[in-house]
């Protein structure tokens, strides 16, 4: 089972990228998919999560008027477009997928089974 992250890269403050993730050694059928980030310093955080049997989002506070996650389930694959994108946004991020089944908050990563590579993200200021 993999996780791909793909489309970091480096942008000027104020610009977008959008970040794919694409599954591949099974379908991701009733997992919650979700992006994680981890700045220079700082610990890994939840940025948004997607579910998979009712279309909900999740997002953390500060990013949700910025961000939005996506997924197309007969690409196996789930997005994050990111606008107006700050310095602080600066990370690496990363997918990851959790069974739906699975009690507790999607924000909690220690749920999370599978995680990509990870994709750098640089906004210059």
């Known amino acids: 089972v993999q996780l791909q992250a793909s489309g970091g890269g480096l942008v000027q403050a104020g610009g977008s990228l959008r970040l794919s993730c694409a599954a591949s050694?099974?379908?991701?059928?009733?997992?919650?998919m979700a992006w994680f980030r981890q700045a220079p310093g700082k610990e890994r955080e939840f940025v948004a999560a997607?579910?998979?049997?009712?279309?909900?989002?999740v997002y953390t506070d500060s990013m949700k008027d910025r961000f939005t996650i996506s997924r197309d389930n007969a690409k196996n694959t789930v997005y994050l477009q990111m606008n107006s994108l700050k310095a602080e946004d600066t990370a690496v991020y990363y997918c990851?997928?959790?069974?739906?089944?699975?009690?507790?908050?999607?924000?909690?990563?220690?749920?999370?089974?599978?995680w990509g590579q990870g994709t750098l993200v640089t906004v210059s200021s």
């Open positions: 050694g099974r379908t991701f059928s009733n997992y919650v």
């Open positions: 990851a997928a959790r069974r739906e089944s699975y009690s507790g908050t999607w924000s909690n990563q220690e749920l999370y089974e599978y």
């Open positions: 997607v579910g998979w049997s009712v279309y909900r989002t």
